[in-house]
């Protein structure tokens, strides 16, 4: 059975997954929207709400082609793109975070350099490292001398890699990492989720949490961030938007405030009926294992003093009298009183030791 698991300062619970709501550069540079996202997710009931911290300059070349869906994202360059996004600043992260602590609701951001890293360190309670930074053991050492816990998205990468960026972390002394299966595909198609990573990294890393970091559109039961939860996940990541019909950005693929209430929904519709790890009769069984069980029933009429017979018994509902396996004590036995055809066979009515028939 699952239990509640010390994150660093995050707690991830047993009974529903931490859901971190991935604003990224979704406010397109408002920090008004910015606000507004905070507080949404929130209320929303996300745990956590992730920005992302980067400049241009510092994360692309400007010969860098686009990598998503050009039909949803036009801009066919990654520094080009990057560079519509990329205005908030340090202070503005710290309103953000100061934010997001009025609103009960976890501040993260991921540094996609060592600046923002470094910005980053008194704002947040881990770090999250994206899957296109996997191999960038310079910025994943940097981050994970500071001590606090790391949470890297391993989308597009082999085992090998996964290994050497663990390994890396570890050599800090840091060994406080939850990784998150993820497909680095915008948008990732649900045939192409490949959910049972989920329980490949947990056979392959025990010692650690594993989660998910989903790019599947979202459909109206959040299906599948919830099979990613059934399956073990437990960190879920989703892109979040106040609104999916924006063009650029990741707003195409992102979960809303509806989308979040409803995820939350059916985690709790799920939970409740998850139970424990246990084989028992349950309360609300009783009535049922009474009377659609089975006892032994008189097949025809049967005669006081009468010698039981094979053929004198059927076994039939309710389970109210002798059981069917206590069949060959009864045959032999003498009838004490008249038996009706069809009535329920009590151990009373025969001769012999008083059995008993099997608890109910």
């Known amino acids: 059975m699952k239990q509640d698991l010390q994150f660093g300062s995050l707690l991830l619970r047993h009974d529903r997954p931490f859901l971190i709501a991935e604003a990224g550069v979704n406010h397109e540079n408002s920090l008004d929207t910015a606000f507004r996202m905070i507080e949404q997710a929130a209320q929303a009931g996300a745990d956590a709400i992730k920005f992302q911290s980067y400049k241009a300059e510092t994360l692309a070349s400007r010969h860098s082609p686009a990598y998503w869906d050009l039909t949803a994202v036009s801009t066919r360059s990654q520094f080009e793109f990057f560079k519509k996004h990329d205005h908030f600043t340090g202070s503005d992260y710290e ?3 100061s934010h997001a ?4 609701i976890v501040f993260m951001s991921t ?11 008194p704002l ?29 998205s391993v989308g597009a990468a082999n085992n090998d890699e996964v290994d050497e960026a663990l390994q890396a972390i570890r050599e800090t002394g840091n060994q406080n990492i939850a990784l998150l299966h993820c497909v680095l595909s915008y948008p990732c198609q649900p045939q192409d989720a ?10 392959r890393y025990p010692e650690l949490p594993i989660g998910y970091s989903d790019h599947v559109p979202p459909d109206d039961g959040m299906l599948i961030p919830l099979a990613a939860w059934m399956l073990g996940a437990r960190i879920i990541e989703k892109h979040f938007t106040l609104d999916k019909s924006l063009g650029e950005n990741d707003h195409f693929h992102s979960m809303d405030p509806d989308d979040v209430r409803q995820f939350r929904e059916s ?23 009474r009377h659609a069980r089975r006892s032994l029933v008189a097949n025809k009429s049967i005669r006081k003093d009468q010698v039981v017979t094979e053929d004198a018994i059927a076994i ?24 009706e055809a069809d009535e329920v066979l009590q151990w009373d009515m025969f001769s012999g030791d008083e059995g008993k028939a099997e608890p109910s």
């Open 95 to 97: 309103r953000l975070a």
């Open 101 to 104: 602590v009025e609103r009960d």
């Open 111 to 121: 540094p996609f350099d060592i600046h923002f890293a470094d910005v980053l360190e």
């Open 124 to 152: 947040v309670p881990a770090y999250k490292v994206a899957s296109a930074d996997l191999t960038n053991i310079p910025l994943i050492q940097h981050c994970a001398r500071k001590g606090k816990p790391m949470i890297l």
């Open 194 to 203: 490949n959910l049972n990573s989920i329980r490949y990294l947990a056979r």
């Open 267 to 289: 985690c709790n519709y799920v939970a409740s009926g998850l139970g424990d790890e246990v084989n028992q009769v349950w309360p609300c069984e009783i009535e049922a294992r």
């Open 316 to 339: 039939k509902r309710p389970g109210t009298g002798i059981p069917p396996q206590a069949a060959n004590k009864l045959v032999g036995r003498v009838a004490l009183k008249d038996v």
